[in-house]
Each structure stands twice: as structure tokens, then as C-alpha cells.
């Protein structure tokens, strides 16, 4: 078939299409002073949109529309005009401080900088033959993670983008530790509570360990894993030939908050050769305040993940994994190709893509790394020990409102109900519907203990007092609205 490029026999033809071609492309390097421009329109969009988070709702309920793609061009500030309406004014505002439901962060400013400059400058982040800085900087957060949960210098630290995939990572060491494959899977034994993430559950199938055996270990009051009988379980099943392979413990459950008791249970890790994953997605940096305590054992566990867009207050999309058995690691991930030959010299875990199922991915360390540097850790700190007596300053509004309130937290995270006499599953339900159809304070639920509960989880970096004196006079406001409803029901 002839080629487009055939046409080209002499080189005059050739330099007039390249012309053409040059103009029309040189677009997408925007000149100088439009460059000034659009960091202008960016900045008065940025401003405007963080000037109104106090007074926009936290929740809005829409269809997004007209966001479809037809190649056409629009203008920047046409098409951010756009993005406020459909996009950053649509759903859960998640930037704002009334964000009280499932786990919010909010999202620092200094993030979206570094994300910014992350993105100019474009470096290779996976490989530390492409980019040492980069490279190193990534290296750097993860090290600092290792500190702060006491885990040594030799194990691995890698940033993922989120929940599922360090969860992958972190399992997938485990498989390959322990051999879990073929026939050994169906006799291999993963500990869990009722109150694990569905992460958890989702990365065993995706890794093909879906035919384990799960043991969901009973709660306690304070809804932590109860040791006891996870002591009891492993016992009785090395006693029947099976394999105890994985516990899954929770420093911080999305539910609760409740932090199971994790040096208890590094102890039968420890004495039947378990491997200890810890999921500290939400609860992992609360480590850093007055809470330190619950979290003693931390050290002790195989691995632990923490996710700084939760407890860092950091833009969604960056998750930390530790891993002590860097062999573990290396085995799963480490790849040799012809064509990476050139960075293959480099030590190999100085290089996440040897360490993760990621080799082009995005700089994340940047996003973690420039705040600490801008900011220092103090105001992170400080804000962690804000929202834990920020959540007692909420229940103690809602006792007094006659609220039901779960047990006392961990962290930042607690539940409640009305105690309606009659039919509070239902009531609650339409108290928590009354919530988010109002959309001043967002709220999200649950069900405990088969209960349906109202719960609050306070974790973003805006989330102040005053945060909660709405959030307080909204519920007053739906659960008048609720109990009127329902005295107008009786009486037609
Ligand atoms: C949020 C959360 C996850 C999921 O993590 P993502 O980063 O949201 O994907 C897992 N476990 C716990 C305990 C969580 O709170």
C-alpha cells in the first residue's frame, strides 16, 4: 500500500508540509503571555471557588451535563466556568470542611502546587536512572513513613495512588512469602473482623486468592477485634491441618474508628508465623498525637498501609505501603525487559517499578513531600489532635440533643441515633435522607450492631468548631422536621 510519506519525493514538498504541520502543532506550547494568562484564569478560579467553601452546601444532588467531547474548542474560562457548575459544585464537595461523611481529607493547597509543578516538569518517577530526584524524593516520603511507624530502614516503602492497589502490593508480598498457590490455596487461612475494608476482600480476588478460607473474628463492645477468639480460631485451625496464612488487622476502621488491639494481636502473628498486614488507611497518622498508645504493636506488623490524602489532608490519590521482606517484594514485582536495560544497574529498590505493578506513573511523592517541606509537621499534628476533641465537642451536642451515641471513639470517627420508640430503623433512615436532602453538612451511614446509624467522621483539615455547630443545627433542624412529619402522618 502506498504511504502518505511517499508523496514527499523532494524535499521542498517535504519542508512546506512540515510548515504546515509546525504551525497548526506549535498550539499546544501556548506563548509566554498566554501562559501568564491561564495561570491567572487558574488562580481567580482557585480563589473564588476556596473564598466560597464556607458558604456553599457540602452536598448537592445533580446530573452532570454538558462535559462531552467533540473537539471543538472553548475558551479557559469558559470551560472552568463549566467545571464549577458541573463538577466542583456537583455531588460531595469534598474540598469543603462540612465533608463529615464516609472519610474526608479536604485537600491542601500546597498539594495542588506540587502536583502543578510535578506535572511542568514531567519527570520519570519510577525509575531512579531517569530521575534520581524524583526518584529520591518518592524514597524520601516513604522513608518517612517508615519513622513515624518505627519500621526498619531496610524495608520497602512505595506510593500508590490509593486504597486497592498498596493493598495488592502488600498481599501479593504475602502470597509469594508464603507460597500460597495452587492446592494450598484452599487450605490457607485469612483473619479478619467484621469491620475490614471491602479493599481487603476485592485485592485477595484480584490476586487469585479468592478461594481461601476466611475467618471473620468476632467484634468486641468498643467494636475491636476480639483477641481472644482469634487466638481460639488459629489454634483450632492448625489443629484440623489448615494453614493460617494472613490476619488483617484495622488501625482506625472506616466505620468506627476503633483501633483493634494491635500488639495482642502481633503476638499470635508473631508465635504461628502469620504474615500482619495492618489497614491504617484512616487511623495510620494519628500515631503522631496524644492517641500514640493504641497504636503500639504497629512496628511489629509484615506490612501496613496509610493513605496522607485521609490523615495528611492531602488531594485525593496517594497511599502509602510498607513492606518489611523487600525480597518478598522484589519477587512479585521486579521485571527485566530489553529495553530497560539502561536503568537495570540501579539499585533496584531505589525504584518503585520494580517494587509496584506501576512503571510510568504519576510523581505522587511530590503532593506529600512539599507540604512537609513548606509547612514543617507541626500544623499536621496539631489538626489530627483538633478533630479528636472536635468529635467529643459533637457528641456532646448531640447528648444533649437526646441522640443514642455509639461508644466512645478511638479516633474521629463516631455514630449515632435517634431513639425513636417506634420503627427507628426507618426513622433514622429518613432523618438521614431529611440530612442530605437539607446538604449544608454532608453525613453518611451505616449499619452496626444491625442498627442503622448516622455516622460523622471528622478528618478534614477545614473542618473547625464552627463546622460542628452547623453540622449540630442542621440535625436539630431535620430531626424537628422528622418528628413533626411523622405527628402530621398520625393525626390525617
Ligand atoms: C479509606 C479506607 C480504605 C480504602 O482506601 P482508599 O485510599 O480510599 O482506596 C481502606 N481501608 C480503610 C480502613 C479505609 O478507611
Known amino acids: 500500500m502506498p504511504q502518505k510519506t511517499d508523496m514527499y519525493q523532494n524535499d521542498s514538498e517535504l519542508l512546506d508540509e512540515l510548515d504546515r504541520l509546525d504551525r497548526i502543532s506549535r498550539q499546544l506550547e501556548i506563548s509566554d503571555s498566554e501562559r501568564l494568562e491561564t495561570i491567572k484564569a487558574t488562580a481567580d478560579f482557585a480563589d473564588k471557588f476556596i473564598g466560597g467553601l464556607n458558604s456553599a452546601k457540602a452536598f448537592n444532588k445533580k446530573k452532570a451535563e454538558n462535559l462531552n467531547l467533540n473537539g471543538d474548542k472553548s475558551s479557559l474560562r469558559d470551560t472552568l466556568e463549566l467545571y464549577r457548575k458541573e463538577v466542583a459544585e456537583n455531588g460531595i464537595n469534598a474540598a469543603s470542611g462540612k465533608h463529615l461523611g464516609y472519610i474526608p481529607g479536604g485537600g491542601i493547597f500546597i498539594s495542588a502546587i506540587a502536583d502543578f509543578i510535578a506535572a511542568v516538569t514531567n519527570p520519570f518517577a519510577g525509575e531512579y536512572f531517569a530521575s534520581p530526584g524524583a526518584a529520591t524524593i518518592e524514597n524520601e516520603v516513604a522513608n518517612w513513613l517508615k519513622t513515624i511507624f518505627s519500621f526498619p530502614e ?26 500460597v498457590k495452587n492446592e494450598k490455596i484452599r487450605k490457607s487461612v485469612v483473619y479478619l473482623s467484621e469491620q475490614t475494608h471491602h479493599s481487603t476482600h476485592k485485592a485477595l480476588r484480584i490476586i487469585g486468592l479468592e478461594d481461601v478460607i476466611i475467618r471473620t473474628v468476632p467484634l468486641d463492645k468498643q467494636r475491636r477485634m476480639n483477641v481472644a477468639a482469634l487466638a481460639l480460631q488459629t489454634e483450632s485451625d492448625i489443629a484440623n491441618g489448615l ?55 504497629i512496628e511489629r506488623a509484615d506490612s501496613v498501609v496509610t493513605d496522607p490524602h485521609k490523615g495528611m489532608f492531602i488531594p485525593y490519590g496517594v497511599r502509602g505501603v510498607l513492606i518489611k521482606d523487600k525480597s518478598a517484594v522484589l519477587y512479585s514485582h521486579h521485571y527485566n525487559a530489553n529495553y530497560m536495560q539502561d536503568a537495570a544497574n540501579e539499585e533496584l529498590v531505589r525504584s518503585s517499578s520494580n517494587l509496584s505493578p506501576e512503571l510510568t506513573k504519576h510523581f505522587r511523592g511530590m503532593r506529600v513531600w512539599l507540604p512537609l517541606k513548606i509547612h514543617g509537621l507541626e500544623p499536621f499534628v496539631a489538626c489530627l489532635e483538633e478533630k479528636l476533641l472536635l468529635v467529643r465537642y459533637f457528641r456532646n451536642k448531640l447528648r444533649r440533643l437526646g441522640f443514642q451515641l455509639g461508644p466512645e471513639p478511638d479516633l474521629s470517627i463516631s455514630y449515632f441515633r435517634y431513639p425513636f420508640k417506634s420503627q427507628p430503623d426507618e426513622r433514622n433512615k429518613r432523618l438521614m435522607e431529611a440530612i442530605h436532602e437539607d446538604g449544608d453538612v454532608f453525613l453518611s451511614s451505616s449499619v452496626i450492631n444491625g442498627e442503622y446509624v448516622i455516622r460523622i467522621a471528622i478528618l478534614s483539615f477545614r473542618t473547625k468548631k464552627e463546622t460542628i455547630d452547623a453540622a449540630a443545627a442542621m440535625i436539630s433542624r431535620c430531626l424537628k422536621k422528622e418528628i413533626e412529619c411523622d405527628l402530621a402522618a398520625r393525626t390525617v
Do not use: C, M, Q
Not at 494481636?265 to 498486614?277: P, V
Open 243 to 297: 494453614t493460617p496464612f494472613l490476619i488483617v488487622a484495622t488501625a482506625g476502621a472506616t466505620d468506627t474508628g476503633a483501633v483493634d488491639p494491635l500488639d495482642a494481636i502481633a503476638d499470635i502473628a508473631e508465635k504461628h508465623k502469620i504474615w500482619l498486614h495492618i489497614d491504617a488507611a484512616y487511623g495510620g497518622f494519628f500515631i503522631l498525637t496524644s492517641k500514640r498508645e493504641l497504636f503500639n504493636g
Open 154 to 179: 531496610e524495608s520497602v516503602g512505595i506510593l500508590a495512588s490509593g486504597g486497592s492497589i498498596s493493598t495488592l502490593i502488600a498481599f501479593t508480598a504475602a502470597r509469594d512469602k508464603h507460597r
